[in-house]
C-alpha cells in the first residue's frame, strides 16, 4: 500500500537526493542517480524530505553538504498539504496508543489557527474507530479571551473541526472559562493543570512543571507560537505555567497562552506549518541561529521528541543552496 511506505522513512539516508515539485496537488519525484533502481519506486511515495538537494538545477550538490544539511533538518518532513494531514493523523494515533498503553491516558495540547485542518484525517477511518477516544484529555496552549462561540476563538474552530467529531467525554475537554478577564482566566487554567498534574492525569516533567504527551504547535509568518510573540517579555516567563497577554500584536488582544516551560517540558511537540509566507522563520528556525526573542519558534525545544512537519511552501527556503 502506498501510504505504508510513505510513513516509513528508513529508507532515507544522506546519500539519496530527491528533486521535487507539486503540480495540480499532484506529487512529482525525480529522483537522481544515487539511487538503486528498486528503491526508487518506493521512494515515489516518501515525503519530500529535504537531502541537500537543490530544486533549482538537475545535479546533487555535494554529499558533504548534504550530511550537513541532514543533521540541521532531522526529524523534518516535508510534503503536500495532503499528505501533511495524513502522516500528523498516523503519529497523532501512535502517540496516542502508546500513551494510552502505558499511562492510561492521553493529554494533547492543540493550537488554533492552521493546525485544526490538519487534523482532518484524525476523524477518518482507520484512527476514527481505532483510537481510545475515552482516555483523551485535550487542552489549549493559548486561546484568544472571547466567547466560545465567537468567530476567533480557538475552542469554537477545535469544535467545529475536530472535538465534535469525536468521542472525547467533554469532561475531558479543558477549555477556559470565557467569563473571566484575561488575567483571571489564566490564573484559572493553571489551577486546572496543577490538579490534574496532582492527580497525575498530566505527567510531571523533573522540573515540575506539566509534561504533556503531545503538544500541536502551530507557529505565525512572524515566528509566533501559541500567543508568545516577538519581542514580548512573555517570552520570558519561568514561573508561571499560563499567563495573559492584553496587547497582542495580533488581534483579539487580550489572550491567555502557556508558557516555554511548560511547552519546552512537553514528551513530543509537532510543529505543523505550512504556506510560503513562513519559510524565512522556519529555515531560521531549523538552522538553529536564532535564538533570540526575535523569532520565538527558534526557542521551542523538548524533553522529548520536535518533529516538524512543512508543506513545500514552508520549505521553500531550504531547498535553495
Ligand atoms: O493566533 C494564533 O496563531 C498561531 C498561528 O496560526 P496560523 O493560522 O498561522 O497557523 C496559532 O498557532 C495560535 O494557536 C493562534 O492563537
Not at 506539566?210 to 510573540?229: E, N, R, T, Y
Request: charged share 20%; hydrophobic share 40%; aromatic share 10%.
Amino acid at each position: 500500500m502506498a501510504f505504508s511506505v510513505a510513513f516509513s522513512t528508513s529508507l532515507y539516508t544522506s546519500q539519496t537526493c530527491l528533486l521535487s515539485s507539486e503540480k495540480s496537488n499532484n506529487l512529482f519525484l525525480k529522483t537522481c542517480s544515487l539511487f538503486p533502481s528498486q528503491t526508487r519506486k518506493k521512494l515515489l511515495f516518501q515525503p519530500l524530505r529535504y537531502n541537500g538537494f537543490s530544486t533549482e538545477r538537475s545535479s546533487c550538490v555535494g554529499i558533504v553538504k548534504a550530511i550537513q544539511f541532514e543533521n540541521w533538518f532531522k526529524n523534518v518532513e516535508v510534503f503536500t498539504k495532503e499528505h501533511v494531514a495524513v502522516l500528523l493523523a498516523h503519529d497523532i494515533a501512535q502517540h496516542s496508543n502508546r500513551f494510552i498503553r502505558e499511562r492510561g491516558a492521553f493529554t494533547v495540547v492543540l493550537s488554533g489557527g492552521s493546525l485544526i485542518k490538519y487534523l482532518r484525517k484524525l476523524v477518518e477511518l482507520p484512527h476514527a474507530e481505532s483510537i481510545d477516544w475515552s482516555k483523551w484529555h485535550v487542552f489549549w496552549v493559548d486561546e484568544r479571551v472571547v466567547p466560545k462561540d465567537h468567530l476567533e476563538s480557538n475552542y469554537k474552530l477545535a469544535y467545529d473541526g475536530f472535538l465534535s467529531k469525536v468521542p472525547i467525554p467533554p469532561v475531558n475537554i479543558y477549555s477556559i472559562d470565557d467569563a473571566l478577564e484575561a488575567d483571571g482566566a489564566a490564573d484559572v487554567y493553571e489551577t486546572t493543570l496543577r490538579r490534574l498534574v496532582k492527580n497525575g492525569v498530566i505527567a510531571t516533567s523533573p522540573n515540575g512543571f506539566p509534561k504533556f504527551d503531545l503538544m500541536l504547535l502551530g507557529m505565525g509568518q512572524d515566528g509566533h507560537v501559541a500567543s508568545l510573540f516577538p519581542r514580548h517579555s512573555l517570552l520570558k516567563e519561568d514561573q508561571k505555567w499560563v499567563s495573559f497577554i492584553k496587547d497582542s500584536p495580533k488581534p483579539p488582544s487580550d489572550r491567555i497562552t502557556l508558557t516555554f516551560p511548560v511547552i519546552n517540558s512537553s514528551s513530543n511537540i509537532a510543529m505543523v506549518v505550512t504556506g510560503a509566507g513562513k519559510n524565512n522563520a522556519v529555515f531560521s528556525a531549523l538552522r538553529g541561529d536564532e535564538k533570540s526573542d526575535k523569532l520565538p519558534v527558534g526557542l521551542v525545544s523538548s524533553e522529548g521528541e520536535i518533529k516538524w512537519y512543512l508543506d513545500i511552501g514552508a520549505a521553500s527556503k531550504l531547498f535553495k543552496d
